[in-house]
């Protein structure tokens, strides 16, 4: 008699960014019981899990070009406002869902799920974490998602902090569960391309002066100069117009205008892994792109120039035998990273990646076979513990105090029609438009 068809999970995704999305996607094929999608690819793995993705309107909606760009699959993938999705999670039946939002996002999702599941038998696990980096709000980011079952680190000296914050208030930490970033992986490093091929890995809002962003820029086209030789790439996250999850300002691609870049020095665009495949050395002032670098043992430099500061993020490189300057690199000099360093990071470059999702798994399955379902959704902040913050940031995603759609909420049956979404893609252009030209003019002009 054949052996029978292990029933595939159900895992429903929500994410407000690309990076989002694309964090979201992958921990989700990580953390999914039984077979990992590593070593079945979707098309082939029947016992792979079944994904369904949900894209949060807002003003960082991922388009198209950057859905393809990040290059994750979903069996289907839908936009919809925070209402339509705690419909939507009313009335599927899934294994696990993936809360990958800004925290403020976290909290109204948890708060509107306790709510639409308070009389169901069972309900999904409920999983949350970072996308990369946490190297500000530390706190706040925390506490806001507090009440998964599933707080993910990306790190073991993550995981110390983020229990560190639960119990320092009196909250449960039992959630933090230790992992790695979900998209770390590719060849390792095996020795110089022909060309030489430098990277740098901008970011949307670090730095966020044009001051900073055009020296940075210059001394990229500057190094490119020195060196004919090489290639130069300025690998850039989304294109004027696009947003990703920081708003980016002052686009580089604006500001190379300017300049009469040599032959060698180009943009680029697409997978990240894909650049790192024939990347020698990558360039950055706080990208997590450089935990991708170093994971592959690529030679990675996190960059000084600007001051180590915690608003550029740099800070969090300290002790990682990373941390150098133009100069320095311009004169031939190459950090060599921190193995314990690198290893607390969940870098992983000692080939123990492949275990790093064990934990969360099993623990997932053990919550999916708990007797009796698992309990009611549980946040830190309720209106008795945080009555002057909670209530407006559930105001933001149309929610009432007690997790309910305020009336008026912005719902909708069916996908919107042509009309709806002129006028939608109309709204997101004024507002991109004030963010990266009004917004900025009138800062200038309130700096005279």
């Given at each position: 008699?054949?052996?029978?068809?292990?029933?595939?999970?159900?895992?429903?995704?929500?994410?407000?960014?690309?990076?989002?999305?694309?964090?979201?996607?992958?921990?989700?094929?990580?953390?999914?019981?039984?077979?990992?999608?590593?070593?079945?690819?979707?098309?082939?793995?029947?016992?792979?899990?079944?994904?369904?993705?949900?894209?949060?309107?807002?003003?960082?909606?991922?388009?198209?070009?950057?859905?393809?760009?990040?290059?994750?699959?979903?069996?289907?993938?839908?936009?919809?406002?925070?209402?339509?999705?705690?419909?939507?999670?009313?009335?599927?039946?899934?294994?696990?869902?993936?809360?990958?939002?800004?925290?403020?996002?976290?909290?109204?999702?948890l708060h509107g799920l306790?709510?639409?599941?308070?009389?169901?038998?069972?309900?999904?696990?409920?999983?949350?974490?970072?996308?990369?980096?946490?190297?500000?709000?530390?706190?706040?980011?925390?506490?806001?998602?507090?009440?998964?079952?599933?707080?993910?680190?990306?790190?073991?000296?993550?995981?110390?902090?983020?229990?560190?914050?639960?119990?320092?208030?009196?909250?449960?930490?039992?959630?933090?569960?230790?992992?790695?970033?979900?998209?770390?992986?590719?060849?390792?490093?095996?020795?110089?391309?022909?060309?030489?091929?430098?990277?740098?890995?901008?970011?949307?809002?670090?730095?966020?002066?044009?001051?900073?962003?055009?020296?940075?820029l210059n001394r990229l086209?500057?190094?490119?100069?020195?060196?004919?030789?090489?290639?130069?790439?300025?690998?850039?996250?989304?294109?004027?117009?696009?947003?990703?999850?920081?708003?980016?300002?002052?686009?580089?691609?604006?500001?190379?205008?300017?300049?009469?870049?040599?032959?060698?020095?180009?943009?680029?665009?697409?997978?990240?892994?894909?650049?790192?495949?024939?990347?020698?050395?990558?360039?950055?002032?706080?990208?997590?792109?450089?935990?991708?670098?170093?994971?592959?043992?690529?030679?990675?430099?996190?960059?000084?120039?600007?001051?180590?500061?915690?608003?550029?993020?740099?800070?969090?490189?300290?002790?990682?035998?990373?941390?150098?300057?133009?100069?320095?690199?311009?004169?031939?000099?190459?950090?060599?990273?921190?193995?314990?360093?690198?290893?607390?990071?969940?870098?992983?470059?000692?080939?123990?990646?492949?275990?790093?999702?064990?934990?969360?798994?099993?623990?997932?399955?053990?919550?999916?076979?708990?007797?009796?379902?698992?309990?009611?959704?549980?946040?830190?902040?309720?209106?008795?513990?945080?009555?002057?913050?909670?209530?407006?940031?559930?105001?933001?995603?149309?929610?009432?105090?007690?997790?309910?759609?305020?009336?008026?909420?912005?719902?909708?049956?069916?996908?919107?029609?042509?009309?709806?979404?002129?006028?939608?893609?109309?709204?997101?252009?004024?507002?991109?438009?004030?963010?990266?030209?009004?917004?900025?003019?009138?800062?200038?002009?309130?700096?005279?």
């Amino acid at each position: 008699m054949p052996a029978s068809t292990p029933k595939r999970p159900r895992i429903a995704v929500l994410a407000d960014s690309d990076t989002r999305w694309k964090w979201g996607a992958l921990t989700a094929d990580r953390i999914a019981p039984g077979p990992s999608m590593e070593t079945a690819p979707r098309e082939a793995a029947q016992a792979g899990p079944l994904l369904d993705g949900f894209l949060l309107r807002g003003r960082a909606t991922p388009t198209p070009r950057q859905l393809r760009e990040v290059g994750v699959r979903a069996d289907s993938l839908r936009e919809v406002t925070a209402v339509e999705f705690l419909r939507a999670m009313a009335e599927g039946d899934y294994d696990v869902l993936v809360l990958s939002l800004v925290g403020g996002g976290v909290q109204a999702m948890l708060h509107g799920l306790a709510r639409v599941w308070e009389h169901r038998a069972s309900r999904p696990v409920v999983v949350t974490g970072y996308v990369g980096v946490v190297y500000e709000k530390l706190a706040d980011g925390l506490l806001l998602r507090h009440g998964a079952d599933l707080v993910l680190a990306n790190s073991r000296q993550d995981a110390d902090r983020f229990r560190a914050v639960y119990e320092g208030v009196g909250a449960d930490a039992s959630a933090v569960t230790e992992v790695a970033l979900p998209f770390l992986g590719g060849a390792a490093y095996e020795g110089e391309h022909t060309p030489y091929t430098v990277v740098f890995a901008a970011q949307p809002s670090v730095p966020d002066s044009r001051k900073d962003r055009t020296y940075l820029l210059n001394r990229l086209v500057q190094h490119a100069r020195r060196h004919p030789e090489r290639e130069v790439l300025l690998k850039l996250r989304s294109k004027p117009g696009e947003h990703t999850t920081h708003i980016e300002e002052l686009p580089y691609q604006k500001l190379v205008q300017r300049l009469d870049p040599p032959a060698n020095f180009s943009l680029v665009y697409g997978n990240m892994g894909e650049v790192l495949d024939r990347t020698d050395l990558l360039v950055t002032v706080s990208s997590t792109a450089a935990l991708e670098s170093l994971h592959r043992r690529i030679p990675t430099v996190v960059l000084t120039d600007l001051g180590i500061r915690e608003s550029l993020g740099n800070h969090h490189f300290v002790g990682s035998g990373c941390l150098a300057s133009w100069d320095q690199l311009d004169a031939g000099h190459r950090p060599v990273p921190d193995e314990e360093w690198v290893s607390r990071q969940g870098v992983a470059a000692d080939g123990s990646y492949d275990s790093a999702f064990d934990a969360a798994r099993k623990r997932i399955a053990g919550l999916l076979d708990r007797p009796g379902g698992l309990p009611p959704l549980t946040p830190y902040y309720t209106p008795v513990t945080a009555p002057g913050y909670l209530p407006g940031i559930l105001a933001r995603h149309h929610l009432g105090p007690d997790g309910t759609p305020l009336p008026g909420a912005p719902a909708a049956d069916k996908d919107p029609g042509a009309v709806r979404q002129i006028v939608r893609r109309a709204a997101r252009g004024a507002y991109r438009h004030g963010v990266q030209r009004v917004a900025p003019v009138i800062r200038r002009m309130g700096e005279l």
